[in-house]
């Protein structure tokens, strides 16, 4: 019922920047919060970012300062500014929307993009 798609990963030398996207599609009423989070090679998802639909954010210690997330409620979109990349940034990236109300459902759900590869190299 609902999909995201990210975009924005690539390659890129520490110390630069990229700009991650996701837009969520679908029959969707209203999203609580979307999120970023990501799995380096061999170790287990953490949460990035998250921003909920009132303004509120929190990031991981690890990235505070350097990536900013942002939303474009009427457009169900997520964007990750990331700054002053460094190696251990690599990633997948992945988009998550959490209490995600659709028509015709009563209830809300949780939905994954399935991710974008972020490789800071140098």
């Known amino acids: 019922q609902v999909q995201l798609v990210e975009s924005g990963g690539g390659l890129v030398q520490p110390g630069g920047s990229l700009r991650l996207s996701c837009a969520a599609s679908?029959?969707?009423?209203?999203?609580?919060?979307m999120a970023w989070y990501r799995q380096p090679p061999g170790k287990q998802r953490e949460l990035v970012a998250r921003a909920a639909t009132g303004g509120n954010t929190n990031y991981a210690d690890s990235v505070k300062g350097r990536f900013t997330i942002s939303r474009d409620n009427a457009a169900n979109t997520v964007f990750l500014q990331m700054n002053s990349l460094k190696p251990e940034d690599s990633a997948v990236y992945y988009c998550?929307?959490?209490?995600?109300?659709?028509?015709?459902?009563?209830?809300?759900?949780?939905?994954w993009g399935k991710g974008t590869l972020v490789t800071v190299f140098a």
């Open positions: 998550k929307t959490e209490g995600t109300a659709v028509l015709g459902s009563a209830y809300v759900s949780d939905y």
């Open positions: 679908g029959s969707i009423l209203r999203i609580n919060v």
